[in-house]
């Protein structure tokens, strides 16, 4: 798969993983005020929405904006809860699609999405190893969001055009069932505190080195995760180096043009709320065809883990592969 599907996907997914469903249910909210007679209001709601979750991702994608990701992860179920609220509390704006209060709306859905963009962004950057350029990616991953954006709205219209025709369900009643549901939802999210990283993935980058002329491999691994692996519970305390360092060994291999290599631990650090560890390899003197690598770290516990590998040699590029408990294979030709 390539490097731009491997991102559209996962950004499709961000947003309509039922599993992860803090994006989904504010974009189901967010519509719910909405007759579906009332599209064209319901489009430019969903392009303000969209220029503003692509603002704040472009610039914390780029690390032009830098938020602390505990208080992303609090503002976004805020921000469900307090457009329930405006749809059943205010009334409901009357006018032309850019009329001055309708409009408002706008703004709202225009300022909720620069805080969603930085929940996006928190994933997104979790994704990126330190090599390479960023660009197609994030172009990848925002488009894989706004389809999966666009399948979310077009079932919720469907299902209440459904319940309109069949069932005679009233606008009112349908907008004040789904607003309760989603900052009822929401609020449960917020006192739970479930939004610590509701996203099973590691990074792998298998980087050939020209200067040395041999691999260096990064493992990007979330800290709670490893821990739980290793441990049985998140909370405890990180692992030993070498502890991790042979669980790594164990779960991990890489060949180069049908030979396995030896990988030799370098070192290890926390970074964020995720642990680094870094391998390397011998010397490697000849021509690289065909790089082949078989990753089962943490699928063994997380049955939904993502495991995404970076190959990168000097002049070829990035190539990428998503691998996951029933896919724990990769290759990479060159």
């Known amino acids: ?45 969903i392009t303000a929405f969209t ?4 603002l704040t991702l472009v610039l914390s994608g780029f690390k032009i904006l830098n938020v602390p990701a505990s208080l992303v992860e609090f503002l976004i179920p805020v921000t ?9 509390t205010v009334k409901k704006a009357d006018g ?30 979790a994704l990126m ?5 960023i660009v197609k990616p994030l172009f990848a991953f925002n488009v894989g969001i706004e389809l999966g954006q666009l399948m979310i709205v077009g079932v919720f219209f469907g299902l209440y055009f459904l319940l ?11 907008n004040l069932y789904v607003s309760g549901l989603g900052g009822g939802g929401a609020l449960v999210l917020i006192l739970q505190n479930v939004f610590n990283h509701d996203f099973k993935m590691s ?49 991990f291999e890489l ?8 990988l030799t631990f370098q070192s290890i650090r926390q970074k964020n709320d995720q642990v680094l560890a870094i391998f390397s390899t011998p010397v490697f003197q000849k021509k690289i065809s065909k790089i082949n690598v078989k990753n089962s770290l943490l699928v063994e516990k997380f049955r939904e883990q993502t495991n995404m590998v970076y190959a990168i040699l000097p002049g070829k590029g990035r190539e990428t592969q998503l691998l996951n408990a029933g896919d724990v294979e990769g290759e990479f030709e060159f």
């Not at 980058?205 to 990007?220: I, L, Q, W």
């Not at 060949?255 to 030896?262: D, H, R």
Request: hydrophobic content about 45%; aromatic content about 14%.
């Open 129 to 133: 190893g330190e090599e390479g350029s």
């Open 203 to 251: 990074v792998t980058e298998v980087v050939f080195s020209e200067e040395k002329k041999a691999f260096e491999v990064k493992f990007y691994l979330f800290t709670d995760d490893l821990t739980a692996t290793l441990t049985g519970d998140k909370n405890a305390p990180l692992p030993a180096s070498n502890a991790i360092g042979e669980y790594i060994l164990k779960h």
């Open 96 to 125: 032309g699609t850019f009329s001055k209060a309708v409009s408002t709306n706008y703004l709202l859905a225009l300022f909720f999405g620069l805080i969603h963009g930085m929940g996006f962004a928190n994933f997104f950057r």
């Open 164 to 174: 309109a025709q069949w069932l005679k369900l009233q606008h009112r009643d349908w």
């Open 51 to 54: 220029i503003g979750h692509s």
């Open 1 to 45: 798969m390539s490097e731009f599907l491997s991102f559209l996907q996962l950004g499709f997914h961000h947003i309509a993983d039922p599993k992860a469903f803090d994006h989904l249910l504010f974009v189901v909210t967010l519509c719910a005020v909405y007759h579906w007679l009332e599209w064209r209001k319901l489009l430019v709601l």
């Open 255 to 262: 060949s180069v043009n049908g030979g396995k290599e030896a």
């Open 80 to 88: 469900i809860v307090l457009t329930s609220l405006h749809n059943v």
